[in-house]
Structures are given as structure tokens and as C-alpha cells.
């Protein structure tokens, strides 16, 4: 799992060209320039989380319960789901009325989307 609390750049997402290229052309869609996109993402609390099919449940246990739950959220109440390439879902929940949101990146052989579908309880 990879956390971004600021803009991602390219580079650090460590996802192949076509599935990076098309993630960064979807955070962007709501911006002008990528200068406003890095923008609002300085002045409100926008996250990207990374899930991949390399995350298992180990990983449960050592998130701490808020990140857990945001996680949560942003699987279970998007305002948009998007394919993004052929193995990977872009989730984004809105998070306040500012427009601070949570995107949610997940793999489609992620070991943890069972759970965040509620099915281990």
C-alpha cells in the first residue's frame, strides 16, 4: 500500500506508463492546470491511497483503525468509480464540503477488497 498526502508525481507511483498516464489524467480532471490540482491538494486534505494485489490482510493489522475506516469509506461511498487500466478501480469519496477528498486506487486482485466489502465480519 502507498500513501500520498500531497500531489503524486509520476515517478513515485510505481504503477506501469498507461495505468500512471491515466490515473494523473483523472486526478487532474477536475483542475485547469496542475498547478491548481497540487494546489488544492495543499489547501485541503486530499489523500491517495494505493492498493495493490500484493496487499494482504497482514496489512489490517498494522493500519491504525482511522486510516482503516477512511479506507472504508472511500470503498463503500464514492462519488465516482473509474477503470483505470485493466487491473486497477479509481474510487473518490468526498470527504467535506471544501472538497477534500479521498481517491482510492485498487488493484482487482487486492486481497483486502473482500473485507472492504464488508464480507469478514
Known amino acids: 500500500m502507498k ?10 507511483l510505481q504503477l506501469d506508463q498507461a495505468t ?13 492546470t496542475e498547478q491548481e490540482a497540487i494546489e488544492h491538494w495543499r489547501r485541503y486534505p486530499t489523500q491517495l491511497q494505493i ?5 494482504g490482510l497482514e496489512l489490517l ?3 491504525p ?6 479506507i472504508r469509506f472511500g470503498w463503500q461511498y464514492p462519488e465516482f468509480c473509474e ?3 485493466e487491473d486497477y478501480q ?7 464540503d471544501e472538497g477534500a477528498g479521498l481517491y482510492l486506487l485498487t488493484h482487482r486482485n487486492c486481497p483486502l477488497l473482500e ?4 464480507t469478514d465480519s
Open 3 to 12: 500513501t500520498f498526502n500531497q500531489w503524486p508525481l509520476a515517478r513515485t
Open 20 to 32: 500512471t498516464d491515466r490515473l494523473i489524467q483523472l486526478l487532474m480532471e477536475p483542475f485547469r
Open 51 to 55: 492498493l495493490t494485489d500484493r496487499d
Open 61 to 63: 493489522q498494522t493500519l
Open 65 to 70: 483503525e482511522s486510516q482503516l475506516e477512511q
Open 83 to 85: 477503470a483505470v487500466g
Open 90 to 96: 479509481l474510487r473518490l469519496a468526498i470527504l467535506n
Open 115 to 118: 473485507h472492504l466489502n464488508g
